[in-house]
């Protein structure tokens, strides 16, 4: 069960990184704190690919043009998603944030329905019930502490970012598998961080440069904690999959447990309000994702 321990670590890791999300943009400016974190997991990832594989860093003969453009789609949608995230939990509380993030395994399974045609067996359909359910009910605590799911721009920015997250969840099925472009996925990982990389630094330009004495940037370790915590939970993650007897449905649910690192620090350390309320939410949440890593174990 080695796959098992390194699958808990990865969300422990992916907890922290959260955390250090909240930490480094609390009165700080987005958009650099963004750019930061996408040069460096640009430059981790090519560095890790260097020492992995280097023949990754070429695309597949015949396709390479195209591939290109289909990895430089993902970048748009990454960084779309982690644009629209950032500014959410900025000004939104952890306890909030982390539950909605958790949904995205059971919107990348209803989506997959629709797109590649996959049929759910009763455990998952009411593990996709139970997550509708708790969705709803915490849409109910968040409006005990004043934040309106209709009215509020950053619960818009969040959800957006969730649908942006799926999406791109959606679109690395079809990048990597046999039927569709049939990419490698280091060469995946490795191009779309660094073209991610080049969209943010013309963002910058673009959006902060003419304003950043209005929109003041501050220096944070845990900025660099930001992009540290991420490389390493996708390592880890990657190296519980490739282990034998590792089941990916597992290890996907169990990395959704991260939400618990980043709930009790937004509960003990932030202090953050409605808790009880917003606990019982997340275990809701997180019993339909164990629903669906069951249905997956049955068909």
């Known amino acids: 069960m080695t796959w098992f321990l390194l699958a808990l670590l990865s969300a422990l890791l992916l907890g922290c990184y959260d955390v250090c999300k909240k930490l480094s943009l609390d009165r700080n400016a987005v958009v650099p704190v963004l750019l930061i974190n996408t040069v460096l997991c640009a430059l981790f990832s090519g560095i890790i690919t260097l020492l992995r594989d280097p023949s990754s860093l070429f695309p597949p003969q015949g396709i390479e ?130 073209i991610q990389a080049v969209l943010m630094i013309a963002l910058t330009a673009l959006l902060w440069l003419p304003r950043c004495r209005q929109d003041v940037f501050r220096p944070r370790l845990s900025i660099l904690g930001v992009s540290l915590f991420l490389t390493a939970a996708d390592m880890v993650y990657f190296h519980a999959l490739a282990l034998p007897g590792a089941l990916i449905i597992i290890v996907s649910m169990v990395r959704r447990c991260s939400v618990f690192v980043s709930f009790a620090f937004g509960a003990f350390v932030l202090k953050e309000k409605n808790l009880r309320a917003k606990f019982l939410d997340l275990i809701l949440l997180l019993l339909s994702l164990l629903l669906l890593a069951w249905g997956a174990q049955a068909q």
Not at 155 to 180: E, H, R, W
């Open 65 to 194: 043009e195209k591939a290109l453009v289909l990895v430089g789609a993902k970048s748009c949608i990454v960084l779309g998603s982690w644009l629209c995230g950032y500014l959410a939990i900025k000004h939104l509380p952890l306890t909030l944030v982390g539950p909605v993030n958790a949904t995205r395994p059971v919107l990348v399974l209803v989506g997959a329905i629709g797109l590649f045609g996959e049929r759910l067996n009763g455990w998952q359909w009411a593990g996709v019930a139970l997550a509708i359910i708790a969705f709803f009910m915490l849409k109910r605590s968040s409006n005990r502490e004043g934040i309106s799911w209709t009215h509020n721009r950053w619960v818009a920015m969040l959800i957006l970012a969730t649908l942006l997250s799926t999406a791109s969840g959606l679109y690395d099925k079809y990048l990597l598998s046999p039927t569709g472009a049939a990419l490698p996925p280091l060469f995946v990982q490795t191009y779309f961080n660094a």
